[in-house]
């Protein structure tokens, strides 16, 4: 059964006119028009998407339709999680986030996450607070700000140790990369050469459901937009890489997921509005760009993405991740701009304090590029 709220990435409370926004957001995103000059199965997976987005914007923005597909939803039944079966729809309210069980998900120890594993837990009734139109304050006296400031602290530790889960799980195989940012590029690191191409396709699944929704409930909180980004941009990375290292059988795959790069580059987007001087955030948003562009042949989003890393360096010239990936944009530059490459990545090894999987990273490129 298709989530239509999933499919335009809203929530299930959203008004009629969040809908609408993304709806029109993603409509702009998937135009054929975009795709002139594209592989043809590139063409083919937009225009489903384009249906599909069509069709879960018929049924949301029709009162009676969505609901119909609400009761559809609550009559599907939720795989129990931490001990709790997620209430009914029709069981929440809009004071009712206080049922949402921000404790960080059980580890998964190397293993795909079982089908129909629920990513947003509830805590049971006795757990919760009592049902009502507005948020209650639990504690008798306390300031009325201090709930939602623990709220964001209890969220942004979740996602913190989900990334830590997941590093922990895929340590044996990753070279060692950015502490605060998603995997290096160009060198298999986020998957063994034994896994199978369903345990990398899935394997940050579950990581970027938590993500989004935890985004979602802490909108002003750059580090969970941040968080979302990491877990889109390793998403597609680890397959790139796969098909890199001469693993063919995932090129669909890829091509399927060429449209995470926007998504990770819009959570980018969100941070920096946030934190405008993050130049980790701004130079892993380039290099997103870099690599939609040319997944989709279009130079322009390459240019934009040399912009950025640009204004990555500007903000902080010590920073070698922004090197990194201004290194990385202008060698995807049709025609490759392989000396201004490597210069870039000669100067991250020698900046101060370089992370150590940077530095590995453009040791790389530097090998790979200059035969």
């Keep these: 059964m298709q989530d239509y709220y999933e499919t335009l990435q809203v929530h299930p409370k959203a008004d009629s006119e969040a809908i609408r926004a993304s709806y029109d957001r993603l409509r702009q995103r998937y135009d054929s028009s975009l795709l002139d000059g594209a592989a043809d199965e590139l063409v083919e997976l937009a225009r489903r998407r384009r249906d599909e987005i069509e069709r879960a914007f018929t049924i949301l923005s029709d009162p009676k339709r969505r609901a119909a597909f609400d009761g559809e939803l609550r009559d599907r039944t939720a795989a129990p999680a931490l001990g709790a079966k997620a209430p009914p729809r029709e069981d929440m309210e809009q004071g009712d986030d206080d049922l ?176 405008p001087t993050n130049a980790v955030a701004r130079a892993d948003m380039a290099t997103a760009l870099c690599y939609y562009g040319i997944g989709v042949n279009d130079q322009s989003y390459v240019a934009q993405g040399i912009e950025e890393a640009s204004q990555a360096i500007n903000d902080s010239p010590e920073e070698s991740r922004a090197l990194l990936s201004k290194g990385l944009c202008l060698i995807s530059a049709d ?37």
């Design 100 to 275: 949402i069980d921000y404790r960080p998900l059980p580890p998964a120890h190397r293993q795909e996450r079982p089908k129909g594993f629920n990513a947003q837990p509830y805590l049971p009734r006795s757990q919760s607070a009592p049902r009502s139109g507005r948020r209650v304050n639990k504690t008798p006296g306390m300031p009325t700000w201090v709930v939602p400031v623990l709220m964001v602290a209890v969220a942004t530790f979740a996602i913190v140790l989900i990334t830590l889960v997941t590093t922990v799980w895929n340590a044996p195989q990753q070279a060692a990369g950015s502490q605060s940012g998603p995997s290096t590029i160009g060198q298999p690191t986020a998957a063994a050469p034994t896994a199978s191409a369903d345990q990398i396709i899935n394997q940050f699944e579950a990581q970027i459901t938590a993500a989004r929704q935890v985004a979602l409930q802490v909108p002003d909180n750059a580090n969970a937009w941040i968080e979302l980004g990491n877990a889109l941009y390793d998403s597609v990375v680890v397959v790139r890489e796969r098909i890199d290292s001469g693993d063919q059988s995932l090129q669909s795959a890829y091509v399927e997921r060429l449209p995470r790069w926007l998504e990770a580059r819009d959570a980018y987007t969100k941070a920096l509005a946030i934190t």
């Design 335 to 371: 025609p490759p701009q392989t000396a201004q490459a490597l210069e870039q990545w000669q100067k991250a090894i020698v900046m101060p304090n370089v992370d150590p999987g940077v530095a590995q990273q453009a040791r790389h490129l530097i090998a790979q590029y200059s035969r």
